[in-house]
Nanobody, 115 residues
Framework: VQLQASGGGLVQAGGSLRLSCAAP???????????MGWFRQAPGKERESVAT???????NYAASVKGRFSISRDNARKMVYLQMNSLRPEDTAVYYC???????WGQGTLVTVSS
């Protein structure tokens, strides 16, 4: 497994979760230059981009999560994070970590937001 996602769970609306993505098999020199991202797929819907972060830390967000979610990375630890605040029931989905340069996907972690 190239990417390992974790941190999902059940949370009430308005709550917070922090997702983590580890890239243990990626050498640092490769990880450091790759754009990383988080995607999500809700039941019956297509997978969509949530947030991306470049090697220099420039981030982009889907309009639906802007101002509520924050993506970050720790190149020394080869980790990518997604801090999710003010969660809504419509944020319920399986969240996937993605290495854009090599098109690697993590196994997904389920986030369920109850109303």
């Amino acid at each position: 497994v190239q990417l390992q996602a974790s941190g999902g769970g059940l949370v009430q609306a308005g709550g917070s979760l922090r997702l983590s993505c580890a890239a243990p098999r990626t050498i640092s020199s490769v990880f450091n230059v790759n754009t990383m991202g988080w995607f999500r797929q809700a039941p019956g819907k297509e997978r969509e981009s949530v947030a991306t972060i470049t090697s220099r830390g420039t981030s982009n967000y889907a309009a639906s999560v802007k101002g509520r979610f924050s993506i970050s990375r720790d190149n020394a630890r080869k980790m990518v994070y997604l801090q999710m605040n003010s969660l809504r029931p419509e944020d319920t989905a399986v969240y996937y970590c993605h290495d854009a340069a090599r098109d690697y996907w993590g196994q997904g972690t389920l986030v369920t937001v109850s109303s």
